[in-house]
């Protein structure tokens, strides 16, 4: 099994006094498949771009996060720190809790209660973290938790911490990996920012010169290297739920609401870090209607076999939205990252009326279907 820290070393910040002992705290987090949409495009009126998806739920806790805890937990290890807090929509608080047990540490997590999806709580459940629901949404708990940054005695991992976004900076460098050069546009659903400041660190880091470090790593990388192909940097594409689009109003949302519970935030943690981002990439975040995130959720998964959670689905439902109005023109190279599986929140799609049907009826079942095509 290779982790992060065994693939890119070279690219992370060095953990203690050998990051290879580190290592061995990791699950398998990245190398997730970019698939190309063969069916969606032509269904939805986008047959005229190119589309990839990067299937982050096949992390090992099924997100995202999983890149940038596996190096938050590692260097709390190194630190010596015995546990670990966030605040969490769902996802970080899983993630937080899978790598703190294999570390042996203890987690605690502030969670927004009746707003995360209950595949995410079984999984800091199973995992043995200390959950606190709190009466208030994800913002009101970031606050609480941003005391313990500097105390010293706990680690934070919300994506306060550098460490988070070093590690989730690896998905650019796969995707150049794969595609042979960055794509022209890379879009993200947008929460905290945190990840789509992530990524534009990594293409930068593939992209710098080698000569100097680049600024994005604030020294934290040993070194920046470039990658083959990594020199052009893609414009980067931020989607956010309608109801919680703090970066489309211009101004934080004290009452955020959408399906899409894991970017429910109305007061972004990176929101100057992904203004930058924006102006150095040529790119914009705008908004998505809760209904295309759900229908383009389901679409994806009944036409392309990839299951991915609604807030996942922002980013494919967002591009395909400036694709239609003309914004993203015709024959661009796109990457939508996916960002957490479906399987997180089954009670979206709940088991329709199913006719018993006796054994020997089946032939007669099969055709019928077969005729109906
Ligand atoms: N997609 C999913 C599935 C997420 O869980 C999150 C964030 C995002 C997108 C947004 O990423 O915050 O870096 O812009 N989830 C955090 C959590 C807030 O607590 O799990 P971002």
């Not at 398998?28 to 739920?57: D, F, R």
């Not at 999983?66 to 769902?90: E, L, P």
Request: glycine share 10%; hydrophobic share 45%; charged share 15%.
């Amino acid at each position: 099994m290779r982790g992060l820290l065994h693939r890119y070393a070279d690219r992370l910040p060095q953990i203690g006094a050998d990051s290879k002992q580190y290592a061995a705290l990791s699950l398998g987090e990245g190398s997730t498949p970019l698939i190309p949409l063969l069916n969606l495009p032509q269904a939805m009126g986008v047959a005229n771009i190119n589309l990839w998806v990067k299937y982050e739920g096949l992390n090992p806790t099924a997100s995202f996060k999983d890149r940038g805890m596996a190096i938050a937990v590692a260097a709390a290890a190194a630190d010596n720190i015995s546990c670990v807090i966030c605040a969490s929509t769902g996802n970080t608080s899983a993630s937080a809790a899978a790598y703190a047990a294999r570390a042996g540490m203890a987690c605690l997590v502030l969670i927004p209660q009746g707003k995360v999806a209950l595949g995410k709580i079984a999984q800091a459940v199973a995992h043995n973290a200390v959950i606190v629901q709190i009466d208030g949404n994800f913002d009101d708990a970031m606050r609480a938790v941003r005391v313990y940054s500097d105390s010293g005695k706990v680690a934070v991992v919300n994506s306060i911490n550098p460490m988070r976004l070093q590690g989730q900076k690896t998905a650019a460098f796969e995707v150049i990996e794969t595609l042979g050069s960055a794509p022209d546009y890379h879009a993200l659903p947008v929460g905290n920012a945190g990840n789509i400041t992530a990524h534009w660190i990594g293409y930068s880091e593939a992209a710098s010169s080698g000569t100097a470090a680049c600024h994005y790593c604030q020294g934290n990388c040993t070194t920046c290297q470039p990658i083959a192909g990594g020199e052009k940097r893609p414009q980067m594409l931020g989607y956010q739920a309608a109801g919680s689009a703090p970066f489309v109003n211009g101004n934080p949302v004290a009452n955020p609401d959408t399906v899409a519970t894991a970017i429910r935030i109305g007061n972004p943690q990176s929101y100057e870090a992904a203004q930058v981002v924006l102006a150095e990439s040529n790119g914009w975040i705008s908004a998505v209607e809760d209904s295309d995130i759900l229908q383009t959720q389901r679409q994806l998964a009944a036409l392309e076999g990839v299951f991915c959670e609604p807030a996942s689905a922002a980013s494919l439902a967002g591009v395909i939205n400036d694709v239609k109005s003309g914004r993203i023109p015709a024959g661009a190279r796109v990457v939508c990252t996916l960002t957490g599986h479906g399987l997180k929140e089954p009670d979206l799609f709940p088991l329709p009326a199913l006719a018993s049907t006796a054994v020997g009826d089946l032939a007669a079942v099969i055709e019928q279907h077969l005729n109906n095509r």
